[in-house]
């Protein structure tokens, strides 16, 4: 490991500054017997000293710094949704052939525990994982001009390096970006063959259920962190074919 000239210079300075403390202590007292006391007693306590710095203080300024990271992670990931992965999963929700499955189980989250939220996202992983998407039952031209629309505003996620901590929104944006520019490089989205369907069909089922779990752990988050912000997404559900801002009794 390459040592920076400065921390050299400052490590032998010092050094230097406590060797001449000694010296002068010698000079003034001349009792080594007491001075050699003091020198094994700091000695001692030098490791105590790492201990209480390097594991603990410095643990409890580590959990600290990463309680901060994951609050700012999850404004980002709030945000994404709300100009986003809500309009998204409403748009997704057309190519798939079972999503009124998909809605039946996931609309009423809002009286779900949490036990509820960890068996939902293991349905979802098994349902994505056999979903039917058939891009000719939904509407690719609305799709793609709502991508290329959020394009920008995606591309200025990926440049927060907060993501680089949370993997699995990192790989959602990907999928989205993906589709993005499958779609972005056809303008004519009638007239797909189809070889070309069912490869555009793959990347729609890729994103979809990709944020489908993620919605699902965003929304155990914003149960249990935020209920203010639970309570409005609970009510713009975008599996809930009524889903409404208006609170109602």
């Known amino acids: 490991m390459k040592l920076d000239r400065w921390k050299i210079f400052w490590g ?6 406590s060797a001449c403390a000694y010296i002068i202590h010698y000079f003034i007292f001349r ?8 020198l094994v007693g700091d000695f001692a306590f030098v490791f105590v000293e790492v201990l209480l710095v390097t594991m603990i203080i410095h643990e409890l300024l580590n959990y600290r710094e990463k309680k901060a990271v994951v609050e700012k992670m999850n404004m980002i990931i709030s945000a994404f949704f709300s ?18 499955e998909l809605k039946s189980r996931l609309s ?3 009286l779900w525990s949490d036990v509820a939220f960890e068996g939902a996202a293991r349905t979802c992983r098994l349902y994505t994982g056999d979903m039917d998407i058939d891009c000719n039952r939904g509407n690719l031209a609305a799709l793609r001009e709502f991508l290329l629309e959020k394009r920008t505003f995606m591309l200025s996620l990926l440049q927060n390096p907060k ?4 993997e699995r929104f990192t790989d959602l944006l990907w999928a989205i970006f993906h589709l ?14 189809e070889a070309d369907s069912r490869h555009i069909a793959v990347d729609i089922k890729r994103a979809y259920g990709a944020l489908t779990e ?13 209920p203010y912000l639970f309570s409005l997404a609970v009510r713009m559900n975008p599996f809930d074919p009524e889903a409404s801002p208006e609170v109602k009794e």
Do not use: Q
Request: aromatic share 12%.
């Open 12 to 17: 032998i300075l010092l050094v230097a500054l």
């Open 31 to 38: 009792d080594p017997h007491h001075l050699f006391i003091f």
């Open 83 to 100: 100009e986003v992965g809500s309009p998204l999963l409403r748009l997704f929700a057309g190519f798939d052939r079972g999503s009124e």
């Open 108 to 110: 009423d989250c809002g």
């Open 163 to 166: 993501l680089i901590d949370h």
């Open 180 to 193: 993005t520019e499958e779609l972005a490089f056809r303008d004519d989205m009638s007239g797909l063959g």
């Open 214 to 226: 993620m919605w699902i752990g965003y929304m155990l988050r914003m149960k249990n962190e935020y």
